[in-house]
Nanobody, 122 residues
Framework: QVSLEESGGGLVQAGGSLRLSCVVSGHSINNYAMGWFRQTPRQEREFVAAMTWSGVTTSYGDSVRGRFTISRDVAKNTVYLQMNQLKPEDTAVYYC???????????????WGQGSQVTVSS
């Protein structure tokens, strides 16, 4: 059983930065593709970033490319999402996901965290 726990969310002013962490328990992140998604009350869950099980290949959503970076620390079994140049429209609950697939769709990930709120003030 894989479990994921996000942390690092909070309130930040526009233009600022935050780093989200996702600690994975139960299996090594070397066995999984890892992804980040986000959701607001009025929108469906949106793809943010993903990394293959090898950590070699990454992918980003159009709205965050160039501002956000996904990375990992295998020794800590942790995946990160560094968010820079934050905008009010980045406000959402951010979810970490692990899957045996790879891609930008929810169905490709089997395990999900509970989410971490990120709020960007203007």
């Amino acid at each position: 059983q894989v479990s994921l726990e996000e942390s690092g969310g909070g309130l930040v002013q526009a233009g600022g930065s935050l780093r989200l962490s996702c600690v994975v328990s139960g299996h090594s992140i070397n066995n999984y593709a890892m992804g980040w998604f986000r959701q607001t009350p009025r929108q469906e869950r949106e793809f943010v970033a993903a990394m293959t099980w090898s950590g070699v290949t990454t992918s980003y959503g159009d709205s965050v490319r160039g501002r956000f970076t996904i990375s990992r620390d295998v020794a800590k079994n942790t995946v990160y999402l560094q968010m820079n140049q934050l905008k009010p429209e980045d406000t959402a609950v951010y979810y970490c996901a692990a899957g045996t697939g790879w891609g930008r769709y929810e169905y490709e990930y089997e395990s999900w965290g509970q989410g971490s709120q990120v709020t960007v003030s203007s």
